[in-house]
């Protein structure tokens, strides 16, 4: 039974969810995509920090604030550079 | 009277940099090799299953993700001829692709090399051939100008791949030539998605290896000075003044 119903997800997955996902997906700014590897690298780099689920939280907003931040003034940095050439 | 006295091993422990308590790491090896094979599973072999439940979806799910935004290509595994660095010898190849960050998410990746091996095999064909709820050659290698492959893998290529077409193929015996690069055909069909799903499953690799690190080790945070400090708290001061 579990086969079967793992094969009828996969099959109604790639039938009918795929395309409709790649449609919204290719709407998406590309930046946009990096978010997620930021949430998930803050999300893992606290994790592997602490122990506590309180203190893995608040480690990873922490974290989050940093990446992005970080990363949102190389963007800056990069777009200000393409505007004054 | 004889006394047995049983040793038991000694406990391998961690300290919680939170509140410093202990953290039973039971056998360090074997959670840090079920981490990489299943992420996270090392943590609830170890009884954090909280922080395993974690790492097991955040990063199974980012390499899925990515295996899915790039169409099924994204990992592979390959050391054809005219893979990058052409003219090294294969395992030198294979490191400088992004397999070797890949193969870091564990079990999941494994498909790529037994599709890899059974390609460049007698049979030239992946194990998994695909076309149906797999997309056709599966996690297998692109193929390359020169490549030979059975005639079924060709077949089932020219059948479900909307990039290759019967006349790519010279027919070379038994098997098939490709006469094109796959491999552009993947970039020119996915796009940014390529390198999208690329990034992603390379991340979810690299990631597992702090995973890994944690099932073996514990967490990074308090320094070894200071694990020691709170494993062996000094002695109270007596408060006294002088005996009159």
């Given at each position: 039974m579990i086969a079967t119903t793992l094969v009828t997800t996969m099959a109604a997955t790639a039938w009918f969810i795929d395309p409709l996902v790649a449609t919204l997906a290719g709407r998406v700014p590309g930046i946009l995509f990096g978010l997620p590897l930021v949430a998930l690298a803050s999300l893992i780099f606290a994790a592997t920090h602490h122990e506590d689920p309180a203190a893995i939280r608040l480690a990873a907003v922490h974290w989050m604030v940093w990446l992005g931040g970080m990363l949102g003034m190389v963007l800056a940095a990069v777009l200000l550079l393409g505007w004054l050439q | 009277m004889r006394m047995v006295v049983e040793q038991q091993p000694p406990r391998i422990v961690a300290i919680s940099p939170d509140d410093g308590s202990a953290i039973d790491l039971r056998n360090p090896a074997l959670a840090a090799l079920l981490s990489w094979a299943v992420p996270g599973l090392g943590q609830i072999y170890q009884g954090r299953t909280t922080k395993g439940s974690l790492f097991m979806a955040a990063i199974l799910a980012t390499f899925v993700f990515g295996l899915w935004l790039g169409g099924g290509k994204v990992v592979y595994a390959s050391w054809a001829d005219d893979a990058p660095g052409g003219g090294r010898r294969p395992i030198l190849k294979l490191l400088i692709q992004p397999f070797v960050c890949q193969a870091?998410?564990?079990?999941?990746?494994l498909p790529a090399l037994v599709q890899s091996v059974q390609l460049s095999?007698?049979?030239?064909?992946?194990f998994v051939l695909g076309g149906g709820i797999l997309p056709v050659g599966f996690m297998a290698p692109p193929l390359v100008p020169g490549q030979e492959i059975s005639r079924v893998y060709a077949d089932r290529l020219v059948r479900h791949?909307?990039?290759?077409?019967?006349?790519?193929f010279f027919d070379s015996g038994p098997s098939k030539q490709f006469r094109r690069d796959q491999l552009a055909n993947w970039h020119r069909r996915l796009g940014r998605f390529f390198e999208i799903g690329t990034l992603y499953t390379m991340l979810a690799g690299m990631l597992n290896l702090l995973v890994i690190y944690d099932a073996w080790a514990?967490?990074?945070?308090?320094?070894e000075e200071e694990q020691r400090r709170r494993s062996n708290p000094p002695p109270p001061r007596s408060s006294g003044g002088r005996p009159s």
């Open positions: - | 870091a998410a564990g079990i999941v990746s095999g007698p049979m030239k064909q992946p791949d909307p990039d290759v077409a019967a006349d790519d514990g967490p990074f945070g308090a320094s």
